[in-house]
């Protein structure tokens, strides 16, 4: 396996690059962001992955290892093959990419072109346990993100012992959850003695 290439870099291209090493100008594929630190003529360093086909060797470069490690596990789950990997990491960063598939948010995932909603859940099942744990910073976030949405179990609970019905908490649930959306999207944390009476006055008037 080539695990990294180092030389001057001869030509840019919109998704490739292409690197001399000992003479040999090596074409590289890479990710917008990974193209951008390059310059011609200047000195650089890719880590690499080296994809081997039948009829093809075709080699891959990112700027760190972390990327490479990510693109190289992304492809592990079925249906991800090396373009979809590397299309993924022109989307989000690897740390990006952790937390996308821990909180297993769909919707960051489709934003990636090649990627409907059944294809996301697939790669959030299969990958849960094997990207890694984000960073610090990003753990952050993602438990910030955790908080904010423990309202629902919270506004269920209360409507439960209340005597409603699971069913009719959870449709109360998604009447109020707009309301929850905006406080989220203000980067509030909802309030539950809010959305509780929000809840209650929306089964009120079924």
């Given at each position: 396996?080539?695990?990294?290439?180092?030389?001057?870099?001869a030509?840019?291209?919109?998704?490739?690059?292409?690197?001399?090493?000992?003479?040999?100008?090596?074409?590289?594929?890479?990710?917008?962001?990974?193209?951008?630190?390059?310059?011609?003529?200047?000195?650089?360093?890719?880590?690499?992955?080296?994809v081997?086909?039948?009829?093809?060797?075709?080699?891959?470069?990112?700027?760190?290892?972390?990327?490479?490690?990510?693109?190289?596990?992304?492809?592990?789950?079925?249906?991800?093959?090396p373009?979809?990997?590397?299309a993924?990491?022109?989307?989000?960063?690897?740390?990006?990419?952790?937390?996308?598939?821990?909180?297993?948010?769909?919707?960051?995932?489709?934003?990636?072109?090649?990627?409907?909603?059944?294809?996301?859940?697939?790669?959030?099942?299969?990958?849960?346990?094997?990207?890694?744990?984000?960073?610090?910073?990003?753990d952050?976030?993602?438990?910030?993100?955790?908080?904010?949405?423990?309202?629902?179990?919270?506004?269920?609970?209360?409507?439960?012992?209340?005597?409603?019905?699971?069913?009719?908490?959870?449709?109360?649930?998604?009447?109020?959850?707009?309301?929850?959306?905006?406080?989220?999207?203000?980067?509030?944390?909802?309030?539950?003695?809010?959305?509780?009476?929000?809840?209650?006055?929306?089964?009120?008037?079924?």
């Amino acid at each position: 396996m080539i695990a990294s290439v180092s030389g001057r870099v001869a030509a840019l291209a919109p998704d490739s690059a292409v690197v001399e090493v000992g003479g040999v100008g090596v074409l590289v594929h890479c990710t917008p962001a990974t193209l951008a630190t390059l310059r011609p003529g200047e000195q650089a360093r890719l880590a690499t992955s080296l994809v081997v086909r039948e009829d093809s060797l075709t080699l891959y470069g990112f700027a760190t290892d972390d990327e490479r490690v990510v693109f190289e596990m992304l492809q592990t789950a079925s249906g991800v093959g090396p373009r979809l990997a590397l299309a993924m990491l022109a989307v989000h960063a690897p740390n990006s990419l952790r937390v996308a598939v821990a909180s297993a948010d769909v919707k960051a995932l489709t934003m990636v072109p090649g990627i409907g909603q059944k294809g996301a859940q697939r790669i959030i099942l299969e990958l849960k346990d094997k990207l890694g744990t984000p960073d610090q910073a990003v753990d952050a976030a993602l438990n910030g993100r955790a908080r904010r949405q423990m309202w629902r179990e919270q506004v269920h609970a209360g409507l439960v012992g209340l005597g409603y019905s699971s069913r009719d908490a959870d449709e109360a649930i998604a009447a109020v959850s707009p309301q929850a959306d905006a406080e989220e999207a203000a980067g509030r944390v909802p309030e539950v003695a809010t959305l509780l009476k929000a809840a209650l006055r929306a089964l009120s008037v079924r």
